[in-house]
């Protein structure tokens, strides 16, 4: 029976294509996309005894460092595509 959840060795599998020296960042809340930086690992054992790895974002103030790029977030599907809308033809003040 597979897992339905992300493990370790499938983020190191993830990023081993990675460039090592690239920040890592986490994008949260797809109704409001934000990005944060990640600053700690954290490991546990849940209610089953297996053990959880969690990333955290940092404590301080800049942790959160405003929206998510709209292309991420539209590789994440959390928002569409957008496309400006079409220009229409300025009036002319000569009622042309």
């Known amino acids: 029976m597979t897992s339905p959840e992300t493990t370790v060795g499938d983020f190191i599998d993830l990023?081993?294509?990675?460039?090592r020296s690239a920040p890592v960042r986490q994008a949260m809340n797809p109704f409001f996309p934000m990005a944060h930086r990640l600053a700690q690992v954290v490991r546990s054992v849940d209610e089953t005894g297996r053990t959880v790895v969690y990333l955290?974002?940092?404590?301080?103030?800049?942790a959160q460092l405003g929206h998510l790029p709209?292309?991420?977030?539209?590789a994440l599907t959390w928002q569409g595509p957008v496309q400006a809308p079409l220009r229409r033809p300025r009036r002319r003040a000569g009622g042309d």
């Open 15 to 19: 990023l081993s294509g990675c460039d």
């Open 70 to 74: 709209p292309e991420v977030a539209v």
């Open 56 to 62: 955290a974002e940092g404590r301080a103030e800049e």
